[in-house]
T-cell receptor, first 112, second 114 residues
Framework: QQQVKQSPQSLIVQKGGISIINCAYE??????FPWYQQFPGKGPALLIA?????SEKKEGRFTISFNKSAKQFSLHIMDSQPGDSATYFC???????????FGTGTRLKVLA | KAGVTQTPRYLIKTRGQQVTLSCSPI?????VSWYQQTPGQGLQFLFE???????NKGNFPGRFSGRQFSNSRSEMNVSTLELGDSALYLC?????????????FGEGSRLTVL
């Protein structure tokens, strides 16, 4: 029940295309859903986050879509660029636990 | 503002040895978390400290321990190392006193156990 399932494991997209990464969770107590981006040799960095009271959040080319009834959320990267090539992790957090549950990651490669 | 600093960045140990990893959080951040990152497993939560108190612990054996000092710096220790402990150990700090807030990660300490 504590897991966050992430797919796909890897993704190859042409420059200018849309990258879509999906995550699903079981624990309805989760109330904060961030996405982290990690470049090789670096630690993950927060990209965008959402709470379940909204169905979508957009920041520049990055959008989170959230479906509370299906317990799913996804990251959409519009106009994907080679510089977006990185590993992306979804995560979830529930009140009072002081910990994040991370997905297993998606390695994105954007071809020039 | 300096980011999260982890030392050492790389280390090699043999089975049965112990290791101590250090983390200096961003100035003013009182919450420090530790995660283990392995290929295919993502990031697994180890523990979280706030003002020298462990508030939560993940599902790792007792060989994994940590502590936080009064200046918010944190250390984690792994005793009796096993091959499966080879991983990238990430420290993250947060300014939030509550449950949620942005985690700022260091670049990690890569441990190889031979």
């Amino acid at each position: 029940q504590q897991q966050v399932k992430q797919s796909p494991q890897s993704l190859i997209v042409q420059k200018g295309g849309i990258s879509i990464i999906n995550c699903a969770y079981e624990n309805t107590a989760f109330d904060y859903f961030p996405w982290y981006q990690q470049f090789p040799g670096k630690g993950p960095a927060l990209l965008i986050a959402i709470r379940p009271d909204v169905s979508e959040k957009k920041e520049g080319r990055f959008t989170i879509s959230f479906n509370k009834s299906a317990k799913q959320f996804s990251l959409h990267i519009m106009d994907s660029q080679p510089g977006d090539s990185a590993t992306y992790f979804c995560a979830a957090n529930s009140p009072g636990t002081y910990k994040y549950i991370f997905g297993t990651g998606t390695r994105l490669k954007v071809l020039a | 503002k300096a980011g999260v600093t982890q030392t050492p960045r790389y280390l090699i140990k043999t089975r049965g040895q112990q290791v101590t990893l250090s983390c200096s959080p961003i100035s003013g951040h009182r919450s420090v978390s530790w995660y283990q990152q392995t290929p295919g497993q993502g990031l697994q939560f180890l523990f979280e400290y706030f003002s020298e108190t462990q508030r939560n612990k993940g599902n790792f054996p007792g060989r994994f321990s940590g502590r936080q000092f009064s200046n918010s710096r944190s250390e984690m220790n792994v005793s009796t190392l096993e091959l499966g402990d080879s991983a990238l150990y990430l420290c993250a700090s947060s300014s939030q006193t509550g449950n949620t807030g942005e985690l700022f990660f260091g670049e990690g300490s890569r441990l190889t156990v031979l």
